[in-house]
């Protein structure tokens, strides 16, 4: 067994990283429940967030900058991991009987009997509460986006059941942020943050599919729908296109916020952004086995470094 499922207690969820916190340091009666907001597996809160640090440092770039942003920045963050947690336990609720077939997922908190039902709804409630109360904090349209995202979440679990693609319906919860962090940042919605709430979607396929090769053959047989059991062997080919598509739509949404107020060289930093990001994309192209789960687990997770990118050429940008 590879050391990433090796499990130092018996609650541990299989595929948590290894040496988690949540494993070494938290009370034993709180484990059960940060296991459900994923706290022992922080690469979904950077995936959901990211998206959030485009939106508005793409909008300050384009706007101005204002001290304000900082706080957007800050309950972005918060909100993420508290909207993060809230979303995994819905999604562990809404999947329990799927999760127990699974190799990789029985040992969730809710299938192997860690957390009942209704605990599990009354965590939720509570992440999603507090988040709220951050949402209350921004300007009037981006909490009703905040609220409209809602729809999302509860959709997305029921989505492997009816269509082979998913994972486009975690790419449109998981990027909700690019739109919201924006219009936090100005109140409105352009062109602008559409592309980039699109390039983010692609770019969701893209990890999401790879991700999801790890539980390919389980899937299968419990007949659980994926980009990656449509995509099969195809998947690297296939995959490249969407790696194409995020950086075209990414590129595009830099040059419409930029084109007017920024300079040439900003105008070409952002650009380098996205083509910057467009080459971790093929470096871990490169580097995947679809048939070795422990590869796709690891370039799955490389996607915070991928996403973390744009984020450092948008801050040059508003520093120049």
Not at 60 to 69: K, L, V
Request: proline share 6%; net charge neutral.
């Amino acid at each position: 067994m590879h050391a990433e499922t090796e499990r130092p207690d018996a609650g541990q969820v299989a595929d948590a990283v290894s040496g988690n916190w949540v494993d070494r340091w938290a009370p034993p009666a709180t484990r059960p429940y940060l296991r459900l907001s994923r706290a022992d597996r922080p690469i979904g809160t950077w995936l959901l967030l990211l998206p959030c640090w485009w939106g508005v440092l793409l909008a300050a770039a384009s706007t101005g900058w204002r001290w304000f942003d900082l706080w957007i920045i800050l309950g972005c963050g918060i909100g993420a991991v508290l909207m993060r947690g809230a979303g995994c336990t819905w999604n562990d609720i809404t999947d329990r009987h799927i999760d127990g077939s699974v190799a990789r997922t029985r040992s969730r908190p809710i299938p192997s009997g860690a957390v009942s039902v209704r605990q599990a709804a009354a965590w939720m409630a509570a992440q999603a509460l507090v988040a709220f109360a951050i949402l209350l904090t921004f300007p009037p349209m981006a909490i009703w986006l905040g609220v409209a995202s809602l729809g999302l979440v509860c959709i997305y679990p029921f989505a492997k059941r009816f269509t082979w693609w998913p994972q486009i319906f975690l790419g449109l919860a998981f990027n909700w942020g690019a739109l919201l962090a924006w219009a936090a940042h100005t109140n409105a919605l352009s062109l602008a943050p559409a592309f980039l709430y699109l390039a983010g979607i692609a770019w969701t396929v893209f990890y999401d599919t790879i991700y999801a090769h790890q539980d390919i053959e389980d899937d299968a047989l419990i007949g659980v729908k994926s980009t990656a059991r449509l995509f099969g062997e195809s998947s690297p080919s296939i995959l490249r296109l969407f790696l194409a598509l995020t950086i075209t739509l990414l590129t595009v949404a830099m040059i419409a916020a930029l084109i007017e107020p920024a300079s040439p060289l900003q105008l070409a930093l952002a650009a380098g952004g996205a083509w910057a990001m467009g080459w971790h994309l093929a470096w871990q192209l490169g580097q995947l086995d679809i048939e070795n789960p422990a590869t796709c687990l690891r370039l799955f997770r490389s996607n915070r470094d991928a996403g973390l990118i744009p984020v450092l050429f948008l801050a040059a940008v508003i520093l120049l």
